[in-house]
């Protein structure tokens, strides 16, 4: 009967350490930067249409604290939103610029998706500046 109480009571110990080991939303600083990474990236793309100034600067911010925290998924996205402003400006050239930077991410991190994406993006670019043999080249 006395073994059992103690090995309750290790249990018990153990459980409880366990539990105050990890702090209920104790995120490591890495963590939330990259989520405030992602989420400026998520407001700068809702203000594409209506508000291109401010979809700038928050694509802008999340590019450098992406870059300050070594997250090269949240440069990309902030590389192609910025682009993705830009095109909407109707300054391709800019624009490319952008999705060649972003697209460069994309192939570095291997992020199949970015990069069919990318080359989407950068057809549409030169589609609009009616070089009509490299947009189908990269819709391709």
Do not use: W
């Not at 997250?71 to 909407?88: C, L």
């Amino acid at each position: 009967m006395v073994f059992k109480k103690i090995i309750y009571c290790v249990c018990a110990l153990l459980i409880h350490i366990m539990a105050v080991a990890q702090a209920p939303g104790a995120e490591p600083v890495a963590s939330k930067d990259t989520t405030l990474v992602n989420s400026l990236i998520k407001q700068s793309a809702s203000h594409f249409i209506d508000n291109r100034d401010r979809a700038m600067d928050l694509a802008i911010q999340a590019r450098d604290l992406a870059e300050k925290v070594n997250f090269p998924e949240g440069q990309a996205y902030a590389f192609k939103n910025i682009g993705i402003v830009y095109y909407y400006q109707g300054k391709y050239l800019e624009a490319l610029e952008q999705y060649n930077q972003s697209l460069k991410i994309f192939q570095d991190i291997k992020d199949n998706v970015g990069i069919a994406n990318l080359y989407n993006n950068i057809g549409a670019s030169y589609y609009n500046k009616a070089d009509y043999a490299r947009a189908l080249e990269n819709h391709l």
